[in-house]
C-alpha cells in the first residue's frame, strides 16, 4: 500500500505544476503527500466548470481508491442506464441498456463522472498543503543547473527546482520548452464540440445519438447529468480545413463554426444549438493525440495530454492522466526529489502503456470510418462494441501499480 507519511527532506523540493485540470491536481495531491512544495497555476480564474464526461477504467480506480476517493468519484458517476440512436425525425433505429457511447457497458466497473467534478474532488484532497495561482499562466522559464527561473503573466518571478506540464492537447509549457505544437500534434480531421443545455427533453439517466441522413461526417449526441437537472450536448464532425483554421481563439467564432458544421443535423439538434449560445460550459476542440520520443527536459517534465494525449476517441486519456500522475509523484518521492533519476524511471514505467491506450485510436477510428462507409454517421461504428475493440480496452487498462 502506498506509504502516506511525510518524508524529512533536507529542504522540500518544490515543484510548479502548470495546469489545474486532472492530471495537475491529481499530481498536486500525490507531490504534497510526499512532503513536497507545490504550487500549481491555471490560466482559468478558478477550476474549470463544465467540460465532458470522462471515464475512470482498470488501474486508474485503484489509483483513485488510493487517494481516498473511490466512494465519492462513484457516487458522483453519470449513472446512464443506457442509449438510442434516433434519425432526422426523432424515429428511435436501436436502443440499449447495456452500452453508452460516452461510458461503455453500463453494468461495468467502469466509473463515467463528469470532468470539472472529478477535478474539484482531487483538488480537494490537495487542497491544504497545495498553493494555487489561478488567472495566471506562464510566460517565461530559464532552467539552469539548481532550478528554473519562472515569470508569470502577471509579472510575478519566481524560483523552483522543477515544473510539470499538466495544461492539456495546447500545452504552453510545450511550446515553451520542447518547440511548436506542430512538431507534436497528430490530427485526424475530426472536431468535437460540447456544451451544457438545460433538459428540456425530458430524459431520465439516458444517452441519445443522432445519425444524420445524407453524408456521413457528422453526428448529434445529448447526455444527462447531474441527476438529470442538465444536459451535455455533443456535436462532431468532420473537416479537411487546417487545424489553425478551425481553431480560432475567439469562442464567439468557435460556436460560429460549430453552427455552421452541423447545420444539416435535424432531430432536436437545432434547439440544442441555440442553448450553446447561452451557456459558458462550452468546449470545442480537435480530436488529436501528442506523439513525443520524450516527455522530460532537464527540470522540466510533461504530464497527461500535454506529452502524450490520447483522444477522446479512445476514452482513456483520463486514466492514463491519473495513472501517470501517480507513477511521476512516485517516483519523485522514491528517488528524494532527484529529477534526472525520477524522470527516466516515470517514462521507462509508463512508454508502453501510454503507446498502448494510444493505439486505441486505430480501432475505434476504423469504427468510425467503417460506420460512416454503411452510411451511419460518425462515430457510427461505434453503437456497440464489438468483441475486438473489447479486448483492446482490457490491454490497456492492465498497469501493474507500483507501491512507492
Do not use: K
Not at 17 to 38: E, P
Not at 55 to 64: H, T
Not at 210 to 237: I, Q, S
Amino acid at each position: 500500500m502506498t506509504n502516506s507519511t511525510r518524508p524529512h527532506h533536507s529542504r522540500p523540493v518544490s515543484v510548479l505544476v502548470s495546469g489545474a485540470g486532472v492530471a495537475g491536481t491529481a499530481l498536486a495531491h500525490w507531490l504534497d503527500r510526499y512532503g513536497f512544495r507545490v504550487t500549481v497555476v491555471e490560466r482559468a480564474p478558478s477550476l474549470r466548470g463544465g467540460g465532458q464526461p470522462v471515464d475512470i477504467r482498470g488501474n486508474a480506480l485503484e489509483v483513485i481508491d488510493r487517494m481516498g476517493l473511490l466512494t465519492e468519484v462513484r457516487a458522483r458517476r453519470t449513472g446512464l442506464r443506457g442509449m438510442s440512436v434516433v434519425d432526422g425525425d426523432g424515429r428511435e433505429l436501436s436502443r440499449t441498456d447495456g452500452w453508452t457511447a460516452s461510458g461503455g457497458a453500463v453494468d461495468g466497473p467502469d466509473v463515467e463522472i463528469l470532468r470539472d467534478e472529478l477535478a474539484v474532488l482531487l483538488a480537494g484532497v490537495a487542497c491544504p498543503g497545495v498553493e494555487y495561482r489561478f488567472d495566471d499562466s506562464i510566460d517565461t522559464l530559464v532552467q539552469a543547473g539548481d532550478g528554473v527561473q519562472v515569470r508569470f503573466h502577471s509579472g510575478v518571478e519566481r524560483a523552483f527546482d522543477l515544473v510539470v506540464g499538466a495544461d492539456g492537447l495546447h500545452s504552453n509549457t510545450r511550446r515553451l520548452v520542447f518547440g511548436p505544437e506542430r512538431d507534436y500534434l497528430h490530427p485526424i480531421g475530426v472536431y468535437i464540440a460540447g456544451w451544457s443545455a438545460p433538459n428540456h427533453l425530458g430524459l431520465d439517466r439516458w444517452q441519445v445519438l443522432h445519425r444524420p441522413e445524407g453524408p456521413a461526417d457528422r453526428m448529434g449526441m445529448a447526455m444527462t447529468v447531474r441527476n438529470n437537472t442538465e444536459l451535455r450536448v455533443f456535436v462532431g464532425f468532420e473537416s479537411g480545413e487546417p487545424v489553425g483554421r478551425m481553431l480560432p481563439r475567439d469562442p464567439r467564432e468557435q460556436r460560429r463554426l460549430v453552427a455552421e458544421h452541423a447545420a444539416g443535423l435535424r432531430w432536436e439538434v437545432p434547439r440544442l444549438l441555440d442553448a450553446m449560445w447561452e451557456t459558458d460550459a462550452f468546449h470545442y476542440d480537435v480530436v488529436a493525440q501528442i506523439r513525443m520520443d520524450r516527455w522530460s527536459h532537464g527540470r522540466v517534465v510533461l504530464l497527461g495530454d500535454a506529452g502524450y494525449c490520447c483522444s477522446p476517441l479512445t476514452g482513456q486519456g483520463t486514466s492514463v492522466a491519473l495513472t501517470a500522475a501517480y507513477v511521476l509523484a512516485g517516483e519523485l518521492h522514491a528517488a528524494d526529489g532527484d529529477h534526472t533519476l525520477a524522470f527516466a524511471a516515470y517514462e521507462d514505467r509508463l512508454r508502453d502503456h501510454v503507446t498502448t491506450n494510444q493505439g486505441i485510436l486505430a480501432h475505434t477510428a476504423g469504427r468510425a470510418a467503417t460506420g460512416a462507409e454503411d452510411g451511419h454517421g460518425l462515430f457510427g461504428g461505434l453503437d456497440e462494441p464489438g468483441p475486438e475493440l473489447e479486448a483492446v480496452f482490457r490491454a490497456a487498462t492492465r498497469f501493474d501499480l507500483p507501491d512507492y
